[in-house]
């Protein structure tokens, strides 16, 4: 069984920075590889939405909710996700979860998997 921790949400003033980070834990203590990495946000009373994404080669994609304000980076040796979001706003306020597509064993089914979500509250 694979799980993803979340780590690095807060109370933040408008303006200012926070940098989520997000593990793949293995209890097997084993993991081939993981695939596409991404981050999505869900603010109350609306749906899920993407934030980023980063292919296992490094190819970044943001989506415009807040693509100039956030760097999404991984850390393949330790299984990693970050998200570096800056110049934060009171919209940006949501619960941020971690996606990652983990392959336990090579050329087996991957796991599609979400993170437990940190919150994210800017205050104006």
């Known amino acids: 069984q694979v799980q993803l921790v979340e780590s690095g949400g807060g109370l933040v003033q408008a303006g200012g920075s926070l940098r989520l980070s997000c593990a793949a834990s293995a209890a097997s203590g084993v993991i081939s590889s993981i695939d596409v990495m991404a981050w999505y946000r869900q603010a109350p009373g609306k749906q899920r939405e993407l934030v980023a994404t980063?292919?296992?080669?490094?190819?970044?994609n943001y989506e415009d909710c807040m693509k100039g304000r956030v760097t999404i980076s991984r850390d393949n040796a330790k299984n990693s996700v970050y998200l570096q979001m800056n110049s934060l706003k009171p919209e940006d306020t949501a619960v941020y979860y971690c996606y990652q597509i983990v392959y336990r064993i090579k050329g087996s089914p991957p796991d599609f998997l979400w993170g437990q979500g940190t919150q994210v509250t800017v205050s104006s």
């Open positions: 980063i292919s296992s080669t490094g190819y970044t």
